[in-house]
T-cell receptor, first 115, second 115 residues
Framework: AQSVAQPEDQVNVAEGNPLTVKCTYS??????LFWYVQYPNRGLQFLLK??????LVKGSYGFEAEFNKSQTSFHLKKPSALVSDSALYFC?????????????FGDGTTLTVKP | SAVISQKPSRDICQRGTSLTIQCQVD?????MFWYRQQPGQSLTLIAT?????????ESGFVIDKFPISRPNLTFSTLTVSNMSPEDSSIYLC????????????FGPGTRLTVL
């Protein structure tokens, strides 16, 4: 079975500081990893993904994530946080081989960026 | 990418009644997904809907309670039947135009309140 863990319910950072939102995963096959963001009263939006290739992937709004196979992690990062980055962030994994393309989502991390 | 619309955006319903939620995708997709989300919490997959076949339901969800239609490659409906207050939630429709290896796109959600 596949699973995703987001160990922090809440992350607080000051505007201009770097941010990290953590994610670890467990899959039986090759991991297809995704980050999504949900702004208040909005649907989920895709941020970035790791399918194969470079371990550092870049996505929307200046976000990036680093795939680490040995640590089974896929942490979301941004060098300089903005107040507008405040939102709920979900890590997700798709295991194509055994799970018919279904995604498993983490519990979510609420990011608050203070001015 | 894909643009997904849902109707209605919100509704308040009486116990024992049924509500049908419509989901429209602006491109043809093989798989569509229906999720339930409590505000601020993670997503729970209800079922996967493939065109031309019966929907596949997750553990804890049954067809009699959540019948799904998928008449073509751009449209699906989810019915919440014989509603109780426990069905109050946000219902999200999702699809992956790029296939099982790629990101999902989500509708804006239907906020359902059952009195």
């Amino acid at each position: 079975a596949q699973s995703v863990a987001q160990p922090e319910d809440q992350v607080n950072v000051a505007e201009g500081n770097p941010l990290t939102v953590k994610c670890t995963y467990s899959v039986s096959g090759n991991p297809y990893l995704f980050w999504y963001v949900q702004y208040p009263n909005r649907g989920l939006q895709f941020l970035l993904k790791y399918i194969t290739g470079d371990n550092l992937v870049k996505g929307s709004y200046g976000f990036e994530a680093e795939f680490n196979k040995s640590q089974t992690s896929f942490h979301l990062k941004k060098p300089s946080a903005l107040v507008s980055d405040s939102a709920l962030y979900f890590c997700a994994v798709r295991d194509i081989g055994t799970n018919a393309g279904k995604s498993t989502f983490g519990d979510g991390t609420t990011l608050t960026v203070k001015p | 990418s894909a643009v997904i619309s849902q109707k209605p955006s919100r509704d308040i319903c009486q116990r024992g009644t049924s509500l049908t939620i419509q989901c429209q995708v602006d491109s043809q997709v093989t798989m569509m997904f229906w999720y339930r989300q409590q505000p601020g919490q993670s997503l729970t997959l209800i079922a996967t809907a493939n065109q031309g076949s019966e929907a596949t339901y997750e553990s804890g969800f049954v067809i009699d309670k959540f019948p799904i239609s998928r008449p073509n490659l751009t449209f699906s409906t989810l019915t919440v039947s014989n509603m109780s207050p426990e069905d109050s939630s946000i219902y999200l429709c999702s699809a992956s135009p790029g296939g099982s290896y790629n990101e999902q796109f989500f509708g804006p959600g239907t906020r359902l309140t059952v009195l």
